[in-house]
């Protein structure tokens, strides 16, 4: 099976009109969390389970089946209607990536003393935060893939397409502000998954970050939040439309903080 995408030329109301589904596409991303709450709360509700989330699947089976799930619905949203348009699927990519953040922000526990604190999510939902902390790591490798095949996508496109002066457009693209932004987002994203939780008594971490687990709790929390924190500055600065999705991140993230505080 051949490619199926191609660098093609598009008139400016076919810009448009990619704009418009591009925007169309982060609106049902994250509506659709809203659906999904809702209907935990229903099925909860329902079935009156209100320390357990079990079911015919559970530990970790669950939650990978969960946010492998949730990852087919986003490259699912990521493809409808894109056509053979290589750059409207890049560009998807990103965009359904960068919805989802003010998501992975009100399911993190935001209170560092008490790392089981309920999030805004797990208020909502009725999980305990415990249960959620995991999903919240996992759906955080989720976003990170499509804003990594963004990225890589992006790349082949500057690596394959000519510049007059430079040879390549990727040796004139990088020396642009918006693409070295762009780097920085997905260099801090990675690290995120590198270090995804507190150091334990082996491993990297602990190596890199010596004291008391307690101390090494702290330095993971104050380092995972400054990496988001980067990542967000970068992502703003990178893309006009990422803006309203890290606004949208910022006010979650003090909704969380509030949330944390007032119940501790």
Known sequence: MSWPYH??????????????????????????IIVVIVAVRIFR????????????????TRQYLVCGLWL??????????SGDDYLHLTKALGRVGLSQLPLQVL???????????S??????????????????RLFGRAVVSLLLAHAALYTL????????????LLLKRIQDLDVQCGLAAIFSAVLLILFVRPASQKGLQSWLVQ?????????????????VVLLCVAAYIHVKQAQKYILQTLAASMLNWVCSWALC
């Not at 076919?14 to 994250?30: F, P, S």
């Not at 399911?107 to 604190?117: D, V």
């Open 7 to 32: 660098f093609i030329s598009l008139s400016e109301n076919d810009k448009l009109h990619r704009r418009e589904l591009l925007d169309l596409r982060g609106y049902y991303a994250q509506w659709s």
């Open 45 to 60: 509700f329902a079935t009156r389970s209100t320390a357990k989330w079990d079911g015919p699947v559970s530990g970790k």
């Open 72 to 81: 087919l619905w986003l490259l699912g949203l990521s493809i409808w209607n």
């Open 107 to 117: 399911m993190s526990p935001a209170y560092i003393s008490r790392p089981a604190a």
């Open 119 to 136: 999030s805004v999510l797990s208020l909502l939902t009725g999980i305990p935060q415990p249960t959620l902390t995991p999903y919240h």
């Open 157 to 168: 496109f500057f690596v394959q397409s000519s510049h007059p002066d430079f040879g390549i």
């Open 211 to 227: 004291g008391s687990f307690q101390e090494r709790r702290k330095m993971f929390y104050f380092g995972h939040v400054s990496l």
